[in-house]
């Protein structure tokens, strides 16, 4: 009996999607994004199964490699569409006490909080202007916080930093995290800029003003949006050292890989 070789399939089985790769991600498999091939109606945890097929080098990552649709964070049940966006990459900068883009990257207001703002720069950060545009005349206090590049890191000396994000999805979380602050903290105004590129010492790379009736709301709000912002916002961080380079990663429990559950409350 002759064996039929299987059919192969037809275009209309296949959708095509934009592949994003970033930070240690795009270095591992040394490109930023590709035209990728799934089968119609696959869903973002069979998607992120193909692309480590086609990427073996990314598993080096294990469970702690994000995947986004569309600017989004994806559950594994998903479905993906064809031409839809998906970004593939490790745990955001993090940090703890231990592609830069080309132009201004952009800025969001948060829709229902006039004066809040969310902004992504490559340019120097001014502090203060940053910071008085979140007084208004009925809050009592505002908290700033001025975070910079520093030059020794666990006994290392940096020559410099180099700050990437992938700016649609940053700014949209960004705005997020501003909502959720307006629900945990009785704040009135809050604003963040991060910078982006290639920092020296020294300078400015985010900037966090929370504006308040009284000033514990505004100290509190500040350091929980600090924190949420490396746990969950997608911009990287790479220390450039005398001997060496390395890409910045937190911790990778914020967002789970497709196929488990999400929370950002």
Same mark, same amino acid.
């Given at each position: 009996?002759?064996?039929?070789? +299987?059919? %192969?399939?037809?275009?209309?089985?296949?959708?095509h999607?934009?592949?994003?790769?970033? &930070?240690a991600a795009?270095?591992?498999?040394?490109?930023?994004?590709?035209?990728?091939?799934?089968?119609?109606?696959?869903?973002?945890?069979?998607a992120l199964?193909?692309?480590?097929?086609?990427?073996?080098?990314?598993?080096? /990552? *294990?469970?702690?490699?994000?995947?986004?649709?569309n600017?989004?964070? !994806?559950?594994?049940?998903?479905?993906?569409?064809?031409?839809?966006?998906?970004?593939?990459? %490790?745990? #955001?900068?993090?940090?703890?006490?231990?592609? $830069?883009?080309?132009?201004? $990257?952009?800025?969001? %207001?948060a829709?229902?909080?006039?004066?809040? /703002?969310f902004?992504?720069?490559?340019? !120097?950060?001014?502090v *203060?202007? #940053? $910071?008085r545009r979140v #007084? +208004? %005349?009925?809050?009592?206090a505002?908290?700033?916080?001025?975070?910079?590049?520093?030059?020794?890191?666990?006994?290392?000396?940096?020559?410099?930093?180099v700050?990437? !994000?992938?700016?649609?999805?940053a700014?949209?979380?960004?705005?997020?995290? *501003?909502?959720?602050?307006?629900e945990?903290?009785?704040?009135?105004? =809050?604003?963040i800029?991060?910078?982006?590129?290639?920092?020296?010492? &020294?300078e400015?790379s985010?900037?966090?003003?929370?504006?308040?009736?009284?000033r514990? !709301?505004?100290?509190?709000?500040c350091?929980?949006?600090?924190?949420? =912002?490396?746990?969950?916002? +997608?911009i990287?961080?790479?220390?450039?050292?005398?001997? @060496?380079?390395?890409?910045?990663? *937190?911790?990778? &429990?914020?967002?789970?890989? +497709?196929g488990?559950s999400?929370?950002? @409350?």
């Amino acid at each position: 009996m002759t064996k039929v070789a +299987p059919k %192969p399939p037809s275009q209309a089985d296949q959708i095509h999607v934009r592949l994003l790769f970033f &930070g240690a991600a795009r270095d591992a498999v040394n490109n930023d994004e590709v035209d990728f091939i799934l089968r119609a109606g696959a869903t973002a945890a069979e998607a992120l199964k193909a692309v480590l097929e086609k990427y073996p080098e990314l598993r080096r /990552f *294990g469970r702690s490699l994000l995947f986004a649709v569309n600017q989004e964070y !994806a559950r594994g049940d998903r479905l993906i569409e064809n031409g839809d966006e998906l970004a593939v990459f %490790p745990p #955001v900068s993090g940090g703890s006490d231990n592609r $830069a883009d080309a132009g201004s $990257a952009g800025i969001l %207001p948060a829709s229902a909080y006039s004066n809040d /703002f969310f902004e992504l720069t490559t340019e !120097a950060i001014d502090v *203060g202007s #940053v $910071a008085r545009r979140v #007084v +208004p %005349p009925e809050c009592g206090a505002s908290v700033t916080l001025d975070g910079y590049a520093r030059e020794w890191t666990s006994g290392r000396r940096t020559l410099y930093l180099v700050y990437e !994000a992938y700016a649609p999805m940053a700014l949209s979380e960004l705005q997020r995290l *501003g909502r959720e602050a307006h629900e945990h903290f009785e704040i009135a105004h =809050l604003c963040i800029v991060h910078r982006t590129g290639k920092l020296a010492i &020294g300078e400015t790379s985010v900037v966090i003003s929370v504006s308040a009736p009284h000033r514990r !709301a505004a100290f509190e709000a500040c350091e929980w949006a600090i924190r949420e =912002l490396k746990r969950t916002v +997608p911009i990287w961080k790479k220390e450039v050292f005398e001997d @060496g380079e390395v890409w910045v990663e *937190g911790e990778s &429990g914020a967002n789970s890989p +497709p196929g488990e559950s999400h929370h950002h @409350g």
